[in-house]
């Protein structure tokens, strides 16, 4: 899928699996899963190991308007880009990653891609401000926390 929307190969490494990134993933574990069950509740898939839920585009953008993340510098082509990014490069999931064609997509984020979604917004999102990641990743999921109605 990556060769298929001209995703830059630095790009093609998996952001989330980043030591502080895994972190912050831990400390906030149980809102994010929360929020990815609130927003996946309604769209299952069946996967190898069962029954799971899956978020959607749709899904995601949802949870980012009502997270009060979108705005006129981050609409919905680059919350596309994000989504088909994450759900071409995390290996953890059940499709194994991207295979370089369209047999291997499946239109929908698993948890662990749903992470590696996260990372990839922050990092559109705030490429020239000051800090690391991580830390941006935490201010992100705090922003999005106190701004929606999930919890």
């Keep these: 899928m990556t060769k298929h929307c001209r995703i830059p190969s ?7 699996s980043i030591p502080e990134i895994q972190k912050v993933f831990k400390k906030r574990s149980a809102q994010i899963r ?5 927003y996946s509740q ?4 069946d996967l190898e ?3 799971d839920e899956t978020m959607n585009l749709k899904e995601l953008y949802q949870f980012m308007k009502d997270s009060q993340q979108m705005d006129s510098k981050f609409g919905i082509s680059k919350l596309a880009s994000c989504f088909v990014t994450a759900n ?5 999931s ?8 369209w047999n291997d997509w499946d239109w929908e984020l698993e948890y662990d891609e ?3 979604v996260i990372v990839r917004i922050v990092d559109l999102k705030t ?3 000051e800090g690391q990641l991580a830390d941006k990743v935490d201010k992100f999921l705090s922003d999005c926390f106190a701004a929606n109605t999930y919890n």
């Design 10 to 16: 630095r790009d093609s490494q998996q952001m989330s």
């Design 34 to 38: 929360r929020v990815f069950l609130s």
């Design 42 to 45: 309604e769209d299952t898939e």
């Design 49 to 51: 190991d069962g029954k």
């Design 88 to 92: 071409s490069v995390v290996a953890g």
């Design 94 to 101: 059940s499709s194994g990653g991207d295979d370089g064609t």
């Design 114 to 116: 749903f992470l590696e």
């Design 127 to 129: 490429k020239t401000a």
